[in-house]
């Protein structure tokens, strides 16, 4: 069984930075597509950041391009997303997700695309 599970929300003031880290249990980082989402209050679901981890080959929104870093770790076979730079518009809830695809697909961060989905967690940026 597939388990992810985020931490390291919070709340935070603009400019501010928050790391998250998703634990994966059941499912090998390595040699899959691993991403983070999320989701704003009335808003769809939004892809931030994608690893393809067998070449950690990162693909990113334009809107977090230059702010926020998506990484791995197949030791402890945990996904981490570094945000710096904090703007009230990324407050919402992470999610971290997984799936069974090749790179061209992890690239697209399409939710679409992963079948395993953590709780999520919540950040809140104040101005």
């Known amino acids: 069984q597939v388990q992810l599970v985020e931490s390291g929300g919070g709340s935070v003031q603009a400019g501010g930075s928050l790391r998250f880290s998703c634990a994966a249990s059941?499912?090998?980082?390595?040699?899959?597509?691993m991403g983070w989402f999320r989701q704003a209050p009335r808003s769809e679901r939004e892809g931030v950041a994608s690893?393809?981890?067998?070449?950690?080959?990162?693909y990113y929104a334009d809107s977090v391009k230059g702010r926020f870093t998506i990484s791995q770790d197949n030791a402890k076979n945990t996904l981490y997303l570094q945000m710096n730079s904090l703007k009230p518009e990324d407050s919402a809830t992470y999610y971290c997700?997984?799936?069974?695809?090749?790179?061209?697909?992890?690239?697209?961060?399409?939710?679409?695309?992963?079948?395993?989905w953590g709780q999520g967690t919540q950040v809140t940026v104040s101005a």
């Open positions: 997700a997984a799936a069974p695809v090749r790179s061209a697909i992890c690239s697209r961060i399409h939710s679409g695309d992963f079948p395993y």
């Open positions: 690893i393809y981890t067998g070449g950690s080959v990162t």
């Open positions: 059941g499912w090998p980082v390595y040699n899959a597509c």
